[in-house]
């Protein structure tokens, strides 16, 4: 077998499966476990896939700007917002943390409602700028430009003096054994400094980043109390999800 096609039948088998092992593909492809990892290594390098210890796993789709999130999977992005709204009750102190799910869910929330929303998302502060009865902490720091949010110690150390009832995170990579992942140290980080300071996380996450994995892990998938997903994520996609005891609530 070529190499090329050796590759193309490592990637088949990960869409499929979800996760290829190397002692298996070296059995299955009669090669080597140095060549699968070296077949895995240039895969990764490709950004096909993410490398784990003994394997590999596929990664989130990266893109090129924030600009190019908004255009991604727009009526899934809808629908987890709406049901991620409903979550937010009166009185309540909410992270409400940068991406593309979290800014729609500004647009669902009902205009009678009184909260704290603190974030490190400016088009979040900005949405909700004029929102009549929500009150807005804007989390300092440097502006990490690709996904539009403030990072490092100026912001976690903020989060630190902060106690909320609610965070609404979005989601990079998640994955049942791996958590919670993403593709930027920093944002791991603030991430965690996110989910430490709140009673209960809801992860927002769409079909394109279940069950992938990115290079930083924010943390287990335990650190999540709610997972709101769109309706087109199957039941049986989310069987491991559930097993792990999470609450999951699905998109109208």
Do not use: W
Not at 108 to 113: E, V
Not at 145 to 161: D, F, H, P, S, W
Request: net charge neutral; glycine share 6%.
């Amino acid at each position: 077998m070529l190499t090329a096609e050796r590759r193309q039948f490592i990637m088949e088998i990960l869409h499929r499966e979800k996760k290829v092992l190397s002692s298996e593909l070296s059995l299955t492809l009669k090669v080597s476990e140095d060549t699968v990892r070296r077949d895995l290594r240039e895969l990764a390098e490709a950004g096909l896939l993410q490398r784990v210890h003994g394997g590999a796993l596929l990664t989130s789709p990266v893109t090129a700007s924030y600009a190019d999130r908004q255009k991604q999977a727009p009526k899934e992005k809808e629908a987890i917002a709406r049901a991620a709204a409903k979550l937010v009750c009166p009185g309540q102190v909410v992270i409400l943390d940068g991406g593309t799910t979290t800014l729609q869910v500004t647009r669902h929330l009902p205009l009678d409602l009184q909260a704290t929303v603190v974030t490190n998302s400016p088009p979040i502060a900005i949405a909700l700028a004029e929102h009549p009865q929500i009150e807005v902490v804007m989390l300092g720091g440097q502006l990490y430009k690709k996904a539009l949010v403030n990072v490092g110690t100026v912001t976690i150390e903020t989060l630190r003096m902060i106690r909320a009832d609610l965070c609404m995170l979005g989601v990079c990579s998640l994955h049942p054994e791996v958590g919670i992942s993403v593709s930027n140290l920093d944002e791991a980080h603030v991430k965690r400094a996110m989910i430490s300071r709140s009673a209960e996380v809801v992860g927002l996450v769409t079909a394109a980043k279940l069950d992938k994995a990115a290079p930083y892990i924010v943390e287990s998938i335990h650190a999540l109390t709610y997972l709101v997903t769109s309706p087109i994520v199957s039941n049986e996609m989310l069987a491991s999800y559930k097993d792990l005891g999470l609450t999951l609530v699905s998109g109208e």
